[in-house]
């Protein structure tokens, strides 16, 4: 081989090493195959690549036939944003409920028995947790992901959920560095902007992060978000000063910088996926996220070459290709040797999602026996994060304790007297998301409670500032396991 030939050949293996691409199905498709054997490092796996544990066991056995410290990893933070139970809602609660219990042994506890069961099948590196402090109460993608709005609390949970998912062998990559909780903007659809002096984001965006760093977290996810404070041009994926400058040299932090998914409008509808690929891996993150949208043999191609083709224009540092590529390898290498069926067998606590999830319920008023009611679910349009594919709300897990329960959706447009017509003269329990920020929906509840004051109401998003209701009910959270903890309440079931 020519001295021109095997450098194309480090070239081409680096460049698909620093990318994390999707796929479409339940098994991998024959070209994720061939590029893995290429030197295609890692997956990225989301709903549409899950059906089953089993399945999903299957498919990572399938990738590391063609390469044994294939990184598999997954947008899994429990809560509200779930991949492996996509289809059912999640068996854990999410952050702002583990933030609301406030304890820490059990914040370590939910995230070790969620990246054992992610270990089981398979997946290695988990794209979370979330360590955003949602100071801002009318962000649109935070919201219940962060801990909460207070930076201690923040940062001692992700640091203990860094801790309970690493113990499980499974990578954590916390995000979004340098802290996307005080945006009123979705990075999906265009690019957010926080206007705060250093000073502010030295006391709380960049306190969580420190913690995890501390804690030993793996991986670090950029934002696609513009900090003028740090740098007045471009978005933290794209930021020498805060990816180098900020994270590597001023916090010290020497793991994987994964971008967030560079197909999110912030990014592909500014620069382009290319160009901003190109322009992340020159700043200094090591891993680019693509395939939430993108998810084709054509898309990994087109990175790969631009990469290579930026290298040799000399836009793109080789030097800084095969560091970004080498910083991959390492954390594959790692997670192969904390594979999980390398470790003693622990104890399975297979129940402390819905136990987290029974803590966190917050309840105002006096509960009341109900019979046979009606839950009117008032529903917003998810944020992509979160997605529109996972059921959430009360009615499934009441009508299983309460004969008789009934139930409708009503997204915007309804009206009080929509629900109350269905209801006819039964208990209503209304079930909000976020209201606070939807005032179509606390338009309709307080409709509600005006015309019947024995309603019910349930918020399963950041709780309302003023409790409504005969009784309220905040489960902090819209998992599955929230909405049991809530009907038990309801039912007069209630458990600690």
């Given at each position: 081989?020519?001295v021109?030939?095997?450098?194309?050949?480090?070239?081409t293996?680096?460049?698909?090493a620093?990318?994390?691409?999707?796929?479409?199905?339940?098994?991998a498709?024959?070209?994720?195959?061939?590029?893995?054997?290429?030197?295609l490092?890692?997956?990225?796996?989301?709903?549409?690549?899950?059906?089953?544990?089993?399945?999903l066991?299957?498919?990572?056995a399938?990738?590391?036939?063609?390469?044994?410290?294939?990184?598999?990893?997954?947008?899994?933070?429990?809560?509200?944003?779930?991949?492996?139970?996509?289809?059912?809602?999640?068996?854990?609660p999410?952050?702002?409920?583990?933030?609301?219990?406030?304890?820490?042994?059990?914040?370590r506890?939910?995230a070790?028995e969620?990246?054992?069961?992610?270990?089981?099948?398979?997946?290695?590196l988990?794209?979370?947790?979330?360590?955003?402090?949602?100071?801002?109460?009318?962000?649109?993608?935070?919201?219940?992901?962060?801990?909460?709005?207070?930076?201690?609390?923040?940062?001692?949970?992700?640091?203990?959920?860094?801790?309970?998912?690493?113990?499980?062998?499974?990578?954590?990559?916390?995000?979004?560095?340098?802290?996307?909780?005080d945006?009123?903007?979705?990075?999906?659809?265009?690019?957010?902007r926080?206007d705060?002096?250093?000073?502010?984001?030295?006391?709380?965006?960049?306190?969580?992060?420190?913690?995890?760093?501390?804690?030993?977290t793996?991986?670090v996810?950029?934002?696609?978000i513009?900090?003028?404070?740090?740098?007045?041009?471009?978005?933290?994926?794209?930021?020498?000063?805060i990816?180098?400058?900020?994270?590597?040299?001023?916090?010290?932090?020497?793991g994987?910088?994964?971008?967030?998914?560079m197909?999110?409008?912030?990014?592909?509808?500014?620069?382009?996926?290319?160009?901003?690929s190109?322009?992340?891996?020159?700043?200094?993150?090591?891993?680019?996220?693509?395939?939430?949208?993108?998810?084709?043999?054509?898309?990994?191609?087109?990175?790969?070459?631009?990469?290579?083709?930026?290298?040799?224009?000399?836009?793109?540092?080789?030097?800084?290709?095969?560091?970004?590529?080498?910083?991959v390898r390492?954390?594959?290498?790692?997670?192969?040797?904390?594979r999980?069926?390398?470790?003693?067998?622990?104890?399975?606590a297979?129940?402390?999602?819905?136990?987290?999830?029974r803590?966190a319920?917050?309840v105002?008023g006096t509960?009341?026996?109900?019979?046979?009611?009606?839950?009117?679910?008032?529903?917003?349009?998810?944020?992509?994060?979160?997605?529109?594919?996972?059921?959430?709300g009360?009615?499934?897990?009441?009508?299983?304790?309460?004969?008789?329960?009934?139930?409708g959706?009503?997204?915007?447009?309804?009206s009080?007297?929509d629900v109350?017509?269905?209801?006819?003269?039964?208990?209503v329990?209304?079930?909000?998301r976020?209201?606070?920020?939807?005032?179509?929906?606390?338009?309709v509840?307080d409709?509600?409670?005006?015309?019947?004051?024995d309603?019910v109401?349930?918020?399963?998003?950041?709780p309302?500032?003023?409790p409504?209701?005969?009784?309220?009910?905040?489960?902090?959270?819209?998992?599955?396991?929230c909405?049991?903890?809530?009907?038990e309440?309801?039912?007069?079931?209630?458990?600690?």
């Amino acid at each position: 081989m020519t001295v021109l030939a095997h450098r194309t050949d480090t070239l081409t293996r680096d460049a698909l090493a620093v990318l994390q691409p999707g796929f479409e199905g339940t098994t991998a498709p024959a070209w994720v195959l061939r590029r893995v054997g290429e030197g295609l490092t890692a997956v990225g796996l989301f709903g549409r690549n899950i059906a089953s544990a089993e399945q999903l066991a299957a498919l990572t056995a399938q990738l590391r036939a063609e390469r044994d410290d294939v990184l598999v990893a997954i947008d899994e933070e429990g809560g509200d944003v779930t991949r492996l139970e996509v289809r059912g809602g999640s068996s854990f609660p999410g952050n702002l409920a583990l933030g609301a219990v406030d304890d820490t042994a059990l914040t370590r506890e939910v995230a070790r028995e969620l990246g054992r069961r992610l270990a089981e099948c398979g997946v290695n590196l988990n794209w979370a947790p979330s360590a955003d402090v949602n100071s801002n109460p009318d962000n649109p993608v935070i919201g219940v992901r962060s801990f909460g709005a207070d930076t201690a609390l923040a940062a001692r949970h992700t640091a203990a959920y860094v801790e309970g998912l690493q113990d499980s062998g499974v990578a954590a990559c916390t995000k979004h560095f340098p802290g996307h909780g005080d945006t009123n903007v979705d990075s999906h659809h265009a690019m957010p902007r926080i206007d705060v002096d250093l000073d502010t984001l030295q006391v709380r965006e960049l306190i969580p992060f420190k913690a995890a760093i501390e804690a030993g977290t793996k991986a670090v996810m950029s934002a696609h978000i513009l900090v003028p404070a740090l740098d007045p041009t471009r978005p933290a994926t794209l930021s020498p000063q805060i990816l180098t400058g900020l994270l590597r040299k001023e916090l010290g932090y020497e793991g994987l910088i994964v971008t967030d998914g560079m197909e999110m409008n912030a990014i592909a509808g500014t620069y382009g996926i290319e160009r901003g690929s190109v322009l992340a891996i020159a700043a200094g993150a090591d891993a680019i996220c693509v395939g939430g949208g993108l998810a084709d043999e054509a898309t990994v191609l087109s990175l790969r070459d631009a990469l290579v083709a930026a290298v040799r224009e000399g836009t793109l540092a080789e030097e800084r290709l095969a560091d970004a590529a080498a910083r991959v390898r390492a954390l594959a290498e790692w997670t192969r040797r904390a594979r999980p069926d390398a470790r003693p067998e622990g104890s399975r606590a297979s129940g402390i999602g819905l136990t987290a999830a029974r803590r966190a319920v917050v309840v105002s008023g006096t509960p009341a026996t109900v019979s046979a009611p009606y839950v009117a679910t008032l529903a917003p349009v998810a944020n992509i994060a979160v997605g529109d594919e996972t059921p959430w709300g009360v009615a499934a897990e009441l009508a299983a304790l309460v004969p008789g329960t009934g139930s409708g959706v009503y997204p915007e447009g309804c009206s009080a007297g929509d629900v109350l017509a269905a209801a006819g003269d039964r208990t209503v329990v209304a079930v909000v998301r976020d209201a606070h920020r939807h005032p179509w929906m606390t338009e309709v509840l307080d409709a509600l409670v005006a015309a019947r004051p024995d309603t019910v109401v349930v918020e399963m998003g950041v709780p309302l500032a003023e409790p409504r209701g005969a009784l309220y009910v905040a489960t902090h959270g819209a998992s599955r396991v929230c909405g049991r903890a809530a009907a038990e309440v309801i039912a007069g079931e209630r458990r600690g």
